[in-house]
Structure formats: structure tokens, C-alpha cells
């Protein structure tokens, strides 16, 4: 895939897209030490916050990949063109705990150009992230009680913030060409 670097007041993408219908890859870990974890995530945001760009994922706590979003000190998100979407499917239904999902996916981890969690060769757009604050969601505190209709086993998500400090992207990504 030929990506570019890409600014982050130069990226242009449909956001809700990537979230609803294209999802993501959220890795954690470490490539060259070859400890790292995938998932696919369908919920989360881009923007600024404390004046800095940002991209915030949520974790629940039974995700083998939570291990690894609490122990290294960042994540990359990865888009792919569609034809990818099986990989995607495969990524998000199984636990890495039980085996190398990332192997049967098909899809091949690379080193980031500034964080220590993986890329994807595929990957038409990878966002490099440093952690900047986690909280988990308190029940409590959903102003609209249908919310709690998406955690039935009570497992509330753990919110990450990460400091985007690098984005690489298809010329499609990139405003102005």
C-alpha cells in the first residue's frame, strides 16, 4: 500500500465512516519485541483535546488487547479498503488468547514510523498514538439510561485518549493532495 505522512490539519476522512461502516484495527503493544494484540473497534472519535489531536477508543475489560492498551504506552488504528473486511470480521470475534488470530487474519503487522504498537501493510490509513488519559465509564454518570442496554454483563468500557503523533494515509486522506 503507498502511503503518504499525512498532517493532521490535513487529514481529510469521512469519520463516521471509518467508525459505523468501515471499522477500525486498535493495536497495542510492542512490534519489535513481538507483543502486541489487535481488535476490531467500531466506537470511538477523532478530534482535539487539551489542544492536541486526538483519538479516543474504548476497551471493555475482557478484551485480551485491554492487556496490552494497560501496558504499553501506545496504539495505532488502522483502516483498510473493503476487501479486507473478512480480516476485519475475523479480528473482532476472536481472542488473541486463544491463538494467532492475527496469523489467520491474512493480514501483515509492520513497525509505525513513531510508536512501538503495529501497523498493517494493508492498511490504506494508519493513526500513531501515544496514551494521554483512561478513565473507566461509570453506569452512573449515562445521562440516557438506554446506554446501559449495551453492557448486559456490566462490563463498562475503559476510555483511552491518545495523542495521534503520526498519521499515514492514501493520497485520499490527505486534503489538497
Known amino acids: 500500500m503507498n502511503r503518504i ?18 471499522w477500525l ?17 467500531a466506537w470511538g472519535s477523532l478530534g482535539v483535546m487539551w489542544n492536541r489531536p486526538f483519538a479516543q477508543v474504548v476497551v471493555r475489560p475482557t478484551r485480551y488487547t485491554r492487556e496490552f492498551m494497560e501496558r504499553y504506552d501506545t496504539f495505532t488504528l488502522t483502516a483498510f479498503p473493503e476487501q479486507h473486511r473478512p480480516a476485519l470480521s475475523l479480528l473482532g470475534s476472536r481472542s488473541g488468547r486463544d491463538g494467532n488470530k492475527i496469523a489467520a487474519s491474512g493480514l501483515t503487522p509492520i513497525a509505525s514510523t513513531k510508536v512501538a504498537a503495529p501497523g498493517f501493510a494493508e492498511a490504506e490509513l494508519i493513526i500513531e498514538c501515544r496514551k494521554i488519559y483512561s478513565q473507566d465509564l461509570d453506569p452512573a454518570r449515562f445521562f440516557d439510561p438506554s446506554i446501559e442496554t ?8 475503559r476510555v483511552y485518549f491518545g495523542e495521534i503523533v503520526a ?7 490527505r486534503a489538497g493532495g
Request: hydrophobic fraction near 35%; proline fraction near 4%.
Open 150 to 157: 449495551n453492557y448486559p454483563k456490566k462490563d463498562y468500557h
Open 167 to 173: 498519521i499515514l494515509g492514501t493520497e485520499s486522506y
Open 25 to 41: 484495527l486498535l493495536s497495542a503493544g510492542d512490534f519489535c519485541k513481538g507483543s502486541f494484540n489487535t481488535m476490531t473497534v
Open 5 to 22: 505522512a499525512v498532517p493532521w490539519e490535513k487529514l481529510t476522512a469521512r469519520v463516521h465512516h471509518l467508525w459505523e461502516e468501515q
